[in-house]
């Protein structure tokens, strides 16, 4: 009996029993419809009044509520009739529908899933990169005339360092001159991919450079830098457990999704062969 229940074909015989349970009671359509009756429940009833409810921040008035019975009576009619023609098969919106509602299934359990502070507090530790906040930093730019060589580039430092004002040194361009708070990311979405990284290793308080961009080279001067940094779970808990709540999922999914697949012999065509033909 030990080694019955411990079998992972018995695990996926219950896991199955309790997917397709949950199934009949969260699908919208009925279990097994009585050939030339359509009956909708209380349960149903009020689902449509509700619904009408958040859309229009008010209960249906009886009149209302009999339309869209009425309504829900037509759409099953034709529903069965789809059905009875065989207008179901080989739909790929009915197809896509239907694995969406499988997959809610699969994840159904994460969601009740409750975590707690010690869970989270490890899941934040597990993957700080995701939670951190980036490097961030505040500097002044100037963008040197094409062309400029050493020579110049030396000269316009020792002007800078000497107290000349930014704005009367340069070449004009449309960059802002001074940038606040800026991560490193959104720095190489205005200047190009990797400004951001040369600029975090230029001294603070002091004009240096030069630095090249997608419009050339700059002089800059960084006034201040906000090292990267893994905020505390009380400041992210919300993120944290919403992140938390998404692998989990994923998890429960992509283990359903094995389990189901390991149900049957599936054959493939070749892809070299089907894309040669």
């Known amino acids: 009996m030990s080694s019955i229940l411990k079998s992972p074909l018995t695990h996926f015989a219950v896991l199955g029993g309790l997917v397709f349970a949950a199934y009949a009671l969260l699908s919208d359509a009925p279990a097994a419809p009585s050939e030339g009756v359509i009956k909708m429940s209380e349960r149903d009833a009020r689902l449509l009044a509700e619904q009408f409810a958040a859309t229009w921040n008010r ?5 209302e509520l009999r339309g869209m019975m009425q309504a829900w009576v037509l759409e099953e009619a034709y529903v069965r009739e789809a059905r009875s023609l065989g207008l179901d098969q ?18 159904s359990d994460a969601a009740r899933l409750e975590p707690s502070d010690a869970d989270l507090q490890a899941f934040l530790e597990a993957d700080a990169e995701r939670f951190a906040k980036p ?11 094409s062309g ?29 001159p001074r940038l606040d708070e800026m991560a490193v990311v959104a720095i190489d979405r205005v200047f190009g991919v990797g ?9 603070l308080g002091h004009w240096s450079g030069p630095i090249r961009s997608g419009y050339g080279q700059h002089l800059v ?16 808990r919300e993120r944290v457990e919403a992140e938390w709540r998404s692998v989990r999922a994923r ?6 999704s094995d389990s189901l697949l390991g149900r049957y012999s ?12």
């Open 221 to 236: 001067r960084v006034s201040e830098r906000s090292e990267a940094a893994l905020p505390s779970l009380s400041d992210i």
């Open 148 to 176: 400029a060589g050493e020579e110049d580039v030396a000269a316009t430092l020792a002007e800078l360092r000497q107290g000349a004002r930014p704005s009367e040194i340069g070449a004009t361009n449309l960059l802002p």
């Open 90 to 107: 080989g739909d790929a919106v009915i197809r896509q529908r239907l694995k969406l509602k499988m997959e809610f299934l699969a994840e």
């Open 266 to 277: 599936i054959t493939l065509p070749d892809a070299s062969a089907v894309l040669t033909e």
């Open 135 to 145: 490097l961030r930093l505040s500097f002044e730019q100037i963008l040197l005339p």
């Open 195 to 203: 400004f951001g990284d040369a600029l975090a290793g230029q001294p």
């Open 59 to 63: 209960p249906p008035t009886e009149a």
């Open 251 to 256: 998890d429960s999914r992509d283990a359903f």
